[in-house]
């Protein structure tokens, strides 16, 4: 029997998602479950011997390598520094080794030293290593330029999973997005016709995590959920039935567009499933800038209308904003802020501008001569988006820019500026239809995360009265909404010191004075090469 070990590598440095203070409020040691190893182990033979390791909430023993006969890890950028030393260990201990997921599928070259690479999605690709693998003859890189079928992805293996280390899991309905925006690698990766799972596939993925005692909130980690908005319609009335008849066990979250606001049909049918909150990419409130970055579906609207329509349907809203695209025509950090306190977004995840590898906005800044040489290579100390960003030279002084992410930072996350935003929350959130009951086991934990909670914020001068006053206020006004508030709360425990952080690398950037230096002479890897321009492979549906 064959023993395959999977890794999930460590996400090393701090960033804005690397919320482990908030979990450790809960017990829990990461945010989120690795989905994509969960999967790839449900796509591997069955017979074979299957073990998770997942070096963000576990300590790491080299000697588990000796068990394993094949390595299975990968994972997305922030990752790739501990992803390249498993596959250093691995490989002395003899062991083959195979990588896959995002980053090796953006930038192959950066993963040489495993024996295969196995890109793109693993329900395409993974059978002819298998194949390969029986005959005895395997490839150094398997590509395949189909789409999965969603139709005839497994159950991922949740069974590899300790759920209690995590605060959330995850399960995915659909892959791809219709937009066109130009920093994004989703379309890249997964294409621009949305492909979906039937809702009995979903549903029997929720039957396998409620079989195997879990409850409590399900991220649902699709691009957009509503790429496909006729097929979630579908699915929602399916998701409820089924809910109802074993008492509502899990509640949601996503990520969707904010063309969500238009369709009140669609989002009185989450609120009826139970979606507490959702992520909206609003990148910035300039049209202009929008138009620039082929994010038109945000133009036109008033965002803060749009943000308030869908908090009164019971889910928060948490926010990405860009800072220094290039059709940013001066300073926009007041313009931010504005939209900030103006839609009442608390968790606002600004960052400076990103090139992603595998995407247009890479091959663009390449042609232009403007991209970092070594743009998609990650470095010990750098973070994610918030402190690593510009990887590029900026057409605005990069000084500018800097500086304007600085005060939005600064201004955003400062305690009052917080708090008041999730009184805003508070008062706009509605509750009244909840009817997800946590178990007695998770009412305990969180209880124990209130006192935990009240410690570390309620206590210190710099929180205490905005966290007292948000906490009870919320208590009186809405208690329906008390428990989404806390979550909001808690998450200031990590967001404050986190802001903090990263106004002190900003600062030591914006002193050092730094400019990237310009392109290098790497050509673009295969993936970046081959890649086909998503305006014109995937005509959206
Ligand atoms: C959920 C999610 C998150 C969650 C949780 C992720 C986690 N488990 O920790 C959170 C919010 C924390 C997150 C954060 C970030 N994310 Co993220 N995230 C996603 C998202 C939306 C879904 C991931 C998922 O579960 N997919 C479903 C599974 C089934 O797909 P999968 O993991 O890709 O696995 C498939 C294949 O890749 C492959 N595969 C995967 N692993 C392996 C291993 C082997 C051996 C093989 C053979 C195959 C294989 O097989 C699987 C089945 O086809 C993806 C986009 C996407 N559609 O995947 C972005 C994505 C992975 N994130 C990305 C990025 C950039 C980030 C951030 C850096 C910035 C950001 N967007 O906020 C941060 C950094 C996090 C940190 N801690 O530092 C990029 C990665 C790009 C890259 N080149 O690496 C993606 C692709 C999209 C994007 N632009 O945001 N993310
Ligand atoms: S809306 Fe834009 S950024 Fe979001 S997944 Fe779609 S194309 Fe990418």
Redesign the pocket.
Known sequence: MTRAL?V?PE?R?A????YRATCELVGAR???????????GA?LPQDWELKLVDR?VETWDESVLDWADIV?????????LDCLDVIRAAKKKGKRV??????????PHIYKEADSL?????????PK?LEDLKAGATQPVYVDPRS?DMGK?PT?RFDLLKFDLYNHV?I?FC?GCPFLCEF???IE??GRVPRAKSPGQILAELQRLYELGYRGHV?L???NFIGNKKLVKEFLPQLKAWLIERDWPFEFTT?ASVNLADDVELMQGMREVGFFAI?VGIESPDEATLIAMKKKQNTGRSLADSVHAIMKHGMWVNA?FILGCDGEKGSVAQGIIQCIEDTGIPVN?A?LM?A???TQLTRRLRREGRLREDY?VAMEGH???CTAGLNYEPLRPRADILTDYLTVIETTFAPAAYFGRVRKVAALLDSSHRRHKPSMKQMWKETKAFFKMAWKLGMPSATRGQFWRTFLGTLFRNPKSIRYIGSLCALYVHFGPFSRYVAGKIREQIAAGVAMPRVGPRPPSAAEATAPDPAVASPAN
Do not use: K
């Not at 960033?15 to 690397?18: D, E, G, P, R, T």
């Not at 196995?118 to 993974?126: D, F, N, R």
């Open positions: 999977l999930h996400f440095t960033s804005f998602w690397n990461y945010p989120a479950a690795p989905l994509g190893l969960c999967t790839v796509l963000n299975c890890t990968g994972g997305m950028l922030p990752q790739q195979i990588v896959g997921g995002p980053d090796p599928t953006s930038s196995v890109l793109g999605e693993a329900e395409v690709t993974l290593f999965a992805t991922p995850g995915q892959r994004c690698d989703i990766l997964y991220d980690v699709d691009d990520e992520f990405g995840m960052g990103f992603l590898p595998n998609d973070g994610d988006q």
